[in-house]
């Protein structure tokens, strides 16, 4: 009996110092209650986890010490991770909008060398899930919660060209524009002007 709690337990071990995710601290804020005998502080944080191959979270956390907060933040996150697919493994397939509440932000694929072209909390994003090119554009609320869950919301409607020949029921060489096609185009183009 004592071998299988011991099994258990180092199960239990390995899947929490998982080193393949990296996480990003967002923000922390300090938070008080007022109660009978006056306030008590207690601390916020707001944290991304990632594997920076294509997964990514974000949780917070709330408790009376600053490192217990993100502990808690980061175990949050570990437990609602996306898996978004990426082009190339370094950018997004397409354009895309995402909303949460007041804030909208715009997320554009990049040609490569672009870099990570974003703001606060969501380059903490694109970096925790690997993206190398990306241009985004915060609009609206600058709450790092919201920009965060708006950043999140755009991720999730992305689809690779994969998913959406899978659900047409074609071949993803139907979907794919043929670059040898644009080629001989822009080539007729030129002739003709």
């Known amino acids: 009996m004592a071998r299988d709690d011991n099994r258990g337990g180092n199960r239990r071990n390995q899947r929490d110092e998982s080193p393949e ?10 938070v008080s209650k007022t109660v009978k005998g006056g306030k008590r502080f207690g601390f916020a944080a707001l944290v991304v986890v990632g594997d920076q191959k294509g997964r990514v979270g ?15 933040a980061t175990e949050q996150a570990k437990r609602q991770m996306i898996r978004v697919q990426l082009r190339e493994g370094r950018t997004l397939h397409h354009d895309m ?33 690997g993206i190398k090119d990306v241009v985004s554009k915060s609009i609206g609320s600058q709450n790092p919660y919201n920009m965060i869950r708006a950043t999140m919301d755009g991720l999730k409607k992305e689809s690779s060209p994969r998913a959406v020949a899978q659900r047409r029921g074609k071949k993803v060489a139907d979907i794919l524009p043929k670059r040898e096609d644009h080629v001989e ?9």
Do not use: C, W, Y
Request: net charge positive.
């Open 185 to 193: 185009s822009s080539a007729q183009l030129a002739e003709e002007a």
């Open 58 to 72: 974000f949780g917070k956390g709330k408790a009376k010490e600053v490192p217990e907060a993100i502990r808690k």
């Open 97 to 129: 909008e995402g909303r949460h509440g007041a804030g909208k932000v715009v997320m554009r694929t990049a040609p490569e060398g672009t870099g990570i072209i974003a703001g606060g909390p969501m380059r903490a994003v694109f970096e925790m899930l």
């Open 21 to 30: 995710f990296a996480d990003r601290l967002v923000a922390i804020n300090r």
